[in-house]
Nanobody, 123 residues
Framework: QVQLAESGGGLVQAGGSLRLSCAAS????????MGWFRQAPGKEREFVAS?????????YYADSVKGRFTISRDNAKTTVYLQMSSLKPEHTAVYYC???????????????WGQGTQVTVSS
């Protein structure tokens, strides 16, 4: 059982940066593949980024955010991060943290979801 809690969202101007955090509970955080998704108003939830277990050496990104967003994990803090830079208004969405035991949540489906954190980018 894993509980996820996102934080770090807020209002930022276009071109700015923001770091989202996802704090996870449980003893087995290190074994979970982690990911970030987002959902804009009137849109379907979409994949943003994911990271492998343990060292998090393998990372995957949606084409739209490559070179702009960076996912990372800190197992000691049981936290996964999404560093967002060069933000654009189209990045405005609720960002959700996800965890999956069997594989990358964007590939195998998520076992757990956080409540989401709102990111608003003004133009």
């Amino acid at each position: 059982q894993v509980q996820l809690a996102e934080s770090g969202g807020g209002l930022v101007q276009a071109g700015g940066s923001l770091r989202l955090s996802c704090a996870a509970s449980g003893r087995t955080f290190i074994n979970y593949y982690m990911g970030w998704f987002r959902q804009a108003p009137g849109k379907e939830r979409e994949f943003v980024a994911s990271v492998s277990t343990w060292s998090g050496s393998n990372k995957y990104y949606a084409d739209s955010v490559k070179g702009r967003f960076t996912i990372s994990r800190d197992n000691a803090k049981t936290t996964v991060y999404l560093q967002m830079s060069s933000l654009k208004p189209e990045h405005t969405a609720v960002y959700y943290c996800a965890a999956a035991l069997r594989g990358y949540p964007d590939r195998v489906g998520s076992d757990y979801w956080g409540q989401g954190t709102q990111v608003t980018v003004s133009s």
